[in-house]
């Protein structure tokens, strides 16, 4: 029987990446994303559309549509990002992610907590931006903070999820060129998931709850 993995954010950059990597190794590959496109679907053997961690009735879906399935792993890739300078600070976008970043990841594990089963693996993928100690440029204030509150709520989950034996890795998957960085970046996304996926191969109950460069770099809280 081949091992299944969910995937939120994944009908493009890193998220698709993830579903083309694991589709290599013969996992059972679930895309999990708000909308769907052909590149998904030739990839993913379950696609699960129309689904926005940010909102409670959306999740209630993809609950339901994964009731009876194992996860072996799960990646929480799905995210949002907007850029706020002092002065100019937009709160709504500030709490739009953090209903994406941080709860709608946290939202996803606990609704899919009965489905992790020992030795399954969560892989948060979150951002050195959530780093408070790594902090020398500021702005970015919902971005900054939303994923700190992701590394703190994953720290947690490392914690909570060591009586079933599942562990849970902190990644940050480097300067991407993908949509959301606007075309920029130094790696591809391809490169960003296979080095994550190795991570997360290598992730167990001695090194859960770290937080982690996708080069292998342990970064700071």
């Known amino acids: 029987m081949p091992q299944n993995v969910v995937i939120t954010g994944a ?3 890193i998220g698709l990446s993830f579903c083309e990597h694991y589709k290599g190794l013969g996992f059972n590959v679930v895309g999990v994303c708000r ?20 909102k409670k009735g959306s999740c209630e879906i993809l609950f339901n549509e994964l009731a009876d399935v194992k996860v ?15 002065g100019q600070i937009d709160f709504e976008a500030i709490s739009n992610q953090f209903q994406v970043n941080a709860i709608g990841a946290l939202r996803v594990t606990e609704g899919l907590s009965a489905n ?5 693996k969560v892989a948060i993928i979150t951002s050195r931006m959530g780093s408070i100690e790594d902090n020398d440029s500021g702005g970015y204030y919902g971005y900054r903070m939303s994923k700190a509150a992701l590394n703190a709520g994953a720290k947690s989950l490392a914690i909570d ?3 079933k034996s599942v562990a849970v890795g902190i990644f940050h ?5 993908t949509d959301m960085t606007s075309g920029g970046g130094d790696i591809s996304p391809d490169q960003s998931a296979t080095r994550l996926a190795s991570l997360i191969k290598n992730l167990n109950m001695s090194n859960t709850g770290t937080f982690w460069h996708s080069n292998g770099e342990i970064l700071p809280w």
């Open 11 to 13: 009908n493009r950059g």
């Open 35 to 54: 909308t769907s496109n052909p590149n998904l679907e030739k990839i993913a053997d379950n696609v699960i559309e129309g689904i926005d961690i940010g």
């Open 72 to 86: 072996d792993v799960l990646i929480n890739n799905a995210g949002i990002l907007s850029s706020e300078t002092l």
């Open 116 to 120: 992790l089963t020992s030795n399954s």
């Open 161 to 163: 999820l060591k009586n």
């Open 173 to 177: 998957p480097g300067y991407v060129t």
